[in-house]
């Protein structure tokens, strides 16, 4: 038995299917006949020209769509996939100690690692992430996601698949978008990593920060995933097997029960109407939002086009995805989210920095002021989508009233643009702040007056509230919803915003657990963001709860002192409601 971080409820009993990585920790593997060395080496060849082909492409479009200066970072990529020295060490150990390409490129990159190591100066350090970009890519060349789910015969028929990585890069998680997966365990990350947006959006169990789990599971072990207490066990005996098995159907049983609920209005048992949206990252997520009744996209996170993007999409190719995003969302009502670059999401394009702690450093908005070319191409492909649907733009991490005056200035300015050259555009996309930095929240007042609404991004504005890396296992637990801090700056928001009338929503993960839904629907809040999987049951808990409940219940949370009152007393409310939906929230 393993533990790690609760990243997304459920329980589901399958097969492992490990994926491989560059940059993973698991043994070397060796080829399993010296008579594939020749096509080995062949198929390492190929990956390394099909990669400097996308580098040489790259360069032209980078130069021209951001400059010279950021063209240069790929200069220096080819230059590193042509590097004989480093292509002829890959094949040597393929050659001689029969090693597959991807362990080889793993060991040839541990070499540097380890070199680069013993020389203190930033430098090298960035030369070391350049080269470790450059074996990502030949790798991925060398590790196509699985054509179809591996399997194995039990008494109920082909088991599903379980996904075990070190970790999941963002590139990787929307190449297995498409992939039946029924489950995710991952050594890094925790509640907000890739792999955690992955498994939510797609409504599949998932634990994140499981130390170890590679070295301990092996392609085609059964395992059991618990997504609500964090719990995998690998090879269970017969007894754990049935037992999980059990859950299991009970939890996708009333799973398939809930959708049941998409066509009906989303209210509390008074009466309250309230607006339940999707966070998406994709088509796929528009479509799944479309088929569970939710009825609009609170959040699109665009930074995905850009990270599954071999170079800097232009702004024709923008508006082509910000279109079809809109045409196949819910009544094409969609809130757009500018890039929220930075921190663990990165692309090679836009200039690497060495940072003690990139999450609060040069990331988001941030990283947008600096590039405005490539910002204001954003702006205007949102513009131009804008005509298509119920469109608004959304601002991450704006700290200051004067970066959101700077953001309004731009957005402007690239309206009149668009007028002086005649392209049609939204004249009516709204512009709202994202309320993620504490800053934001505590001068909210003065935010109000100059924005049109406000989402509120409980992810960021936890972490930074304790002064804790989510995805850090040994700081993870202080990165608490049910905590009295948080809830009473939600409260501040929320009361500015009933004052003014300015629309909210939040949009973080609080949004889709049932317990947090509780407290904020009694705090007033009536727009709620989620991952699509998440909507029928929030729909059916406030179908339970009415007004002056809800409201009970946000009075009383307020007086309490500690996280672990707070938890307690939702608890118990959550099972007087509903019980039936505890099996949705964490333990």
């Not at 971080?5 to 940059?23: D, H, L, N, W």
């Not at 989508?385 to 690239?414: S, W």
């Amino acid at each position: 038995m393993h533990k790690g971080i609760a990243v997304s409820p459920g329980v589901v009993v399958g097969i492992a299917y490990r994926v491989e990585s560059v940059f993973g920790t698991s043994d070397p593997q060796t080829l399993a006949d010296p008579k594939l060395i020749p096509t080995e080496i062949e198929r390492f060849n190929n990956a390394v020209s099909t990669s400097a082909h996308e580098l040489e492409a790259i360069v032209t479009k980078v130069a021209q769509q951001l400059g010279n200066a950021e063209a240069d970072i790929f200069k220096s990529h080819l230059q590193i996939v042509n590097d004989h020295g480093l292509l002829d060490r890959v094949r040597a150990l393929i050659e001689k100690q029969q090693l597959t390409a991807l362990s080889a490129l793993q060991i040839v990159l541990q070499g540097y690692a380890a070199s680069f190591a013993r020389i203190e100066h930033d430098y090298y350090r960035e030369r070391l992430a350049d080269v470790r970009d450059v074996i990502s890519r030949i790798g991925s060349h060398l590790t196509a996601p699985p054509l179809s789910q591996p399997s194995a015969n039990s008494e109920n028929g082909e088991e599903p698949v379980i996904l075990v990585a070190h970790e999941i890069m963002p590139s990787q998680a929307m190449s297995l978008g498409n992939i039946p997966i029924a489950g995710i365990v991952t050594e890094t990350g925790g509640g907000t990593s890739h792999a955690a947006i992955l498994s939510r959006s797609r409504g599949i169990p998932a634990v994140s920060g499981v130390v170890g789990i590679t070295n301990d599971v092996h392609s085609g072990d059964l395992m059991v995933v618990d997504g609500r207490d964090g719990v995998v066990i690998v090879r269970p005996d017969r007894e754990a097997t049935a037992a999980y098995r059990k859950m299991q159907r009970e939890f996708f049983d009333l799973k398939d029960k809930l959708v049941l609920n998409r066509d009906q209005p989303a209210m509390s048992a008074d009466g309250a109407q309230i607006e339940l949206l999707a966070n998406i990252n994709n088509v796929a997520d528009a479509q799944a939002a479309e088929k569970v009744g939710a009825t609009g996209v609170g959040l699109f996170r665009t930074e995905y086009l850009f990270l599954s993007h071999a170079d800097v999409p232009d702004e024709e190719e923008q508006y082509q995805h910000y279109r079809q995003i809109i045409e196949d969302s819910p009544n094409r009502a969609v809130t757009i989210r500018t890039l929220d670059l930075g921190g663990d999401k990165t692309v090679p394009y836009l200039g690497r920095r060495s940072e003690a702690n990139p999450f609060m450093g040069w990331r988001s908005i941030r990283l947008s002021f600096e590039h405005p070319r490539l910002f204001e191409r954003q702006i205007r492909a949102i513009l131009r989508a804008g005509r298509h649907g119920k469109v608004n733009m959304l601002f991450p991490m704006i700290t200051t009233l004067e970066e959101l005056r700077v953001v309004n200035r731009i957005v402007e300015e690239t309206r009149r643009n668009l007028r002086r050259e005649g392209v049609p555009f939204g004249e009516d996309v709204k512009t709202g702040v994202m309320v993620e930095v504490p800053a934001a929240a505590v001068c909210v007042d003065a935010i109000l007056r100059e924005t049109d609404f406000i989402s509120i991004g409980s992810n960021d504005l936890i972490q930074y509230l304790v002064a804790a890396d989510r995805d850090n296992p040994k700081v993870a637990h202080l990165c608490e919803p049910l905590s009295p801090a948080i809830f009473k700056v939600l409260q501040m928001v929320l009361d500015a915003c009933q004052r003014t009338g300015t629309p909210v929503t939040l949009c973080g993960e609080m949004a889709g657990q049932p317990r947090s839904v509780l407290v904020l629907f009694g705090m007033g809040l009536r727009r709620f963001s989620m991952s699509p999987a998440f909507v029928p049951t929030i729909k059916a808990l406030l179908a339970s709860v009415t007004t002056a409940q809800a409201e009970r219940f946000a009075h009383q949370v307020l007086q309490l002192k500690t996280n672990e009152e707070i938890r307690s007393y939702l608890n118990a409310r959550l099972h007087e409601v509903s019980s039936a939906l505890e099996v949705f929230d964490s333990a």
